[in-house]
């Protein structure tokens, strides 16, 4: 008799071609204008699928359904894929027109609709992963009591230095933060392995508060062969506003050395920004110089446009290692970034990417010079970042380790029994 499988609910944001290619989407909302994104939570889904003991469902609001729900399973993983409130019309109209009074949306129908399909899955474990997120997050607050939730940090909203450096209004920062402070409070476990937060939410909750060593499966697919170079530097993300002033004041200051390289900027932006982006490009004198690709449909296009660069130059403000250095590095680009908490693990056994203090733009545009100037140089910093690469994240360890994470969960709610320390934080 085949044994019961554990039913395991992820709550997340995630798109990806094989989910766009089973939804029915909205005229005007073509499968190839809606961009991947969240691309750690496709690799865990890649990885579960070699489960049998595990019954994953995935719960996830996406852009452009034509139909409130879509329901499908597809290599062993149940998809509940849901038309979120802010993507119906009457919405989006308001939005436009009204704009303050819809900054801050209740979500009541995106909470409503999430506990619904929970309550029919009758899952043994809750994973909400992205606690900023209120747009599917603050369903945590309204999940059954009686089933464990463990909530996974993407970042930390709470973190007094989010809003010094998150592109992001006091409104809009004050109520997402709210919520992500309570949904913390209401949750059982707290997945996370940063230790800057960990040592925030002991701070804030106290000692005893329960934090799960839990990676985020972030794992890159390693690819160094060379390719044909069209530019010098890439600065990428999935909206650039993040950091990509920085890139662009470091980047000018290398240009006054090397007044031939260029700057290919890829990622989403709105037209506000681009326009100030353009007029500052002009007093430096370097537009003709930097380039925008904008937002790409996959991550595979992302990546193949950022492979024609020959370095990346990715610096930080309140990641404390973005997925993007993990690409640059996977795919053989040096990367210049910022110190962070994070970042100076990357070079503990070797240099594997070029640091500087975040803000000193002089000292970033040395860096890039350091790489201009010497091929030999440039070179070893790529070899060593493949070595890094390869030691850092395996994402089919980090999948085992979120199924072990969920049977010390299960047998502590069951029988009482302590979580392993190596689990814990």
């Known amino acids: ?67 409130k729900l879509e329901e499908f399973i597809k290599d062993g993983i149940h998809y509940h894929i849901f038309k979120s409130e802010d993507d119906y019309f009457m919405f989006r109209l308001k939005r436009k027109f009204l704009k303050g009074r819809y900054e801050t949306p209740e979500y009541k129908v995106n909470c409503n609709g999430i506990l619904s399909i929970v309550k029919s899955i009758k899952p043994d474990i809750i994973h909400v992963i992205g606690a900023e997120n209120p747009e599917y997050s603050k369903s945590a607050l309204s999940m059954p009591k009686d089933i464990p939730l463990i909530v ?13 450096n998150y592109p992001i209004s006091k409104k809009m920062y004050d109520y997402r933060s709210g919520i992500e402070r309570k949904i913390l409070q209401r949750s059982d476990y707290i997945s996370c392995r940063v230790q800057r937060f960990t040592n925030i939410l002991k701070e804030v909750y106290g000692p005893d508060i329960k934090i799960l060593d839990m990676p985020l499966i972030l794992g890159e697919k390693i690819d ?26 470091s980047f000018a200051l ?24 353009d007029k500052r490009l002009e007093e430096l004198g370097i537009s003709d110089k930097v380039s925008f690709s904008g937002s790409l449909p996959t991550h595979d296009n992302v990546i193949e446009q950022v492979r024609k660069s020959r370095f990346a130059l990715l610096p930080l403000k309140i990641d404390l290692i973005s997925g993007t250095i993990r690409e640059a590095m996977a795919n ?94």
């Open 1 to 67: 008799m085949e044994a019961k499988k554990i039913k395991v609910v992820w709550i997340c944001h995630l798109s990806n071609e094989e989910i766009r290619g089973n939804l029915h989407l909205r005229n005007g909302a073509s499968k190839r204008a809606i961009k991947d994104y969240s691309q750690w939570n496709t690799n865990g889904i890649n990885e579960f699928k070699k489960f049998n003991d595990i019954e994953l469902h995935v719960i996830s609001p996406h852009t452009g359904l034509s139909i």
């Open 152 to 164: 996974a940090l993407q970042t930390l909203m709470i973190d007094p230095e989010f809003f010094m």
């Open 224 to 249: 160094m062969a060379v390719c044909e170079k069209e530019y010098d530097f890439v600065y990428f993300a999935k909206e650039i506003e993040k950091a990509v002033d920085w890139a662009i004041e």
């Open 254 to 277: 290398a240009h006054e050395r090397y007044p031939g390289i260029t700057l290919n900027i890829v990622g989403g932006y709105a037209v506000k920004t681009k326009r100030t982006l």
């Open 332 to 425: 053989g680009l040096p990367v210049v970034t910022t110190v962070t908490s994070a970042t100076p693990k990357l070079n503990e056994s070797r240099e594997s990417i070029l640091l500087s203090e975040k803000g000193n733009h002089e000292a970033m545009a040395e860096n890039m010079l350091s790489l201009l100037s010497s091929n030999e140089f440039a070179e070893s910093i790529r070899s060593n970042a493949f070595k890094t690469t390869k030691e850092i994240r395996d994402n089919e360890a980090s999948a085992h380790l979120w199924r072990d994470v969920y049977y010390a969960v299960l047998e502590n709610k069951n029988n009482g029994t302590p979580i392993p320390n190596r689990m814990l934080r």
